[in-house]
């Protein structure tokens, strides 16, 4: 794994080369602990103050199995930022920023966030990439895990497989989302995302990853932050979900549930 120190002025030249050559790259102490720990409090708020949002018609919610019980249970709010300061102040502070800055080489507009509980027990996610061929999807899409939470093989966390980003799509480009057969990432080690407090990963939207389910007794709570280039379509979160919620809208009609919202 590519590690960079972040307590203190990084290498600029070093994220960069790290993040072209493996599509991921780990900065070890960006943040300090007082930045995350209020941004856990403020998760662990959202989840009293903001309980009326839980509901599986909304949009905003994400729910998964338990591994055990089959319980469907409540995983991620996505959108998270606007309900969350903390949260918020993360996503868009000067020192991760100029991080992105230095891996695209020009200014990041953030354009999508969401906050990932993941409590014990809760399964995890096969195999894919994250860019989807919408129209006009940034192709410099990438994201930032910021954890709230120390995040390991125990408890799911995140794991990549370097180079393979240097491949575009290897899903068909029909707009929709699709897993990835194991064979098509054979070649690739895979890389957990082993991840303390304080530390960040970047990792493309065409690098393949995926998830083990969360076997131990801790959560894995973790900011997913995406960002798109600035020369690639500017500010366009907003647009970003109003497409997304649309997206949303017909998969879920399709499997007969015809009364979601958005709040």
Same mark, same amino acid.
């Given at each position: 794994m590519t590690d960079v120190?972040?307590?203190?002025?990084?290498?600029?030249?070093?994220?960069?080369?790290?993040?072209?050559?493996?599509g991921f790259v780990v900065v070890r102490g960006l943040f300090t602990p007082t930045d995350i720990l209020a941004a856990g409090a403020e998760a662990d708020g959202l989840l009293v103050s903001h309980?009326?949002?839980?509901?599986?018609?909304?949009?905003?919610?994400?729910?998964?199995?338990?591994?055990?019980?089959?319980?469907?249970?409540?995983e991620t709010f996505d959108p998270v930022?606007?309900?969350?300061?903390?949260?918020? /102040? =993360? !996503?868009?502070?000067?020192?991760?920023? &100029?991080?992105? $800055?230095?891996?695209?080489?020009?200014p990041a507009c953030l354009f999508k966030d969401k906050l990932i509980y993941k409590?014990? /027990? =809760? !399964?995890?996610?096969?195999?894919?990439? &994250?860019?989807? $061929?919408?129209?006009?999807?940034?192709r410099s899409f990438l994201t930032v895990l910021v954890p709230l939470?120390?995040?390991?093989?125990?408890?799911?966390?995140?794991?990549?497989?370097?180079?393979?980003?240097?491949?575009?799509?290897?899903?068909?480009?029909?707009?929709?989302?699709?897993?990835?057969a194991a064979d098509?990432?054979?070649?690739?080690?895979?890389?957990?995302?082993?991840?303390?407090?304080?530390?960040?990963?970047?990792?493309?939207?065409?690098?393949?990853h995926r998830s083990d389910a969360n076997l131990s007794t801790r959560w894995r709570r973790q900011l997913y932050l995406s960002y798109n280039a600035f020369s690639d379509g500017g500010?366009?979160?907003?647009?970003?979900?109003?497409e997304f919620h649309e997206w949303l809208r017909v998969r879920y009609a399709a499997h007969g549930r015809a009364s979601t919202y958005f709040a």
């Open positions: 120190c972040g307590s203190g002025p990084f290498d600029r030249d070093a994220v960069r080369e790290a993040y072209d050559r493996d309980a009326h949002l839980k509901d599986v018609d909304n949009l905003r919610c994400r729910w998964r199995d338990d591994v055990t019980t089959g319980t469907c249970t409540f930022c606007d309900i969350a300061p903390a949260c918020r /102040g =993360l !996503a868009l502070a000067e020192r991760l920023l &100029d991080l992105l $800055a230095a891996v695209y080489g020009e409590p014990p /027990g =809760l !399964a995890g996610y096969g195999l894919h990439q &994250d860019w989807i $061929a919408w129209p006009g999807f940034p939470d120390a995040a390991d093989s125990h408890n799911g966390c995140t794991i990549v497989y370097p180079g393979l980003h240097h491949r575009g799509p290897l899903a068909p480009e029909d707009g929709d989302y699709h897993e990835l098509l990432v054979g070649e690739s080690r895979p890389t957990p995302l082993e991840l303390d407090l304080g530390d960040v990963a970047l990792f493309s939207g065409f690098t393949p500010d366009r979160r907003d647009r970003h979900y109003a």
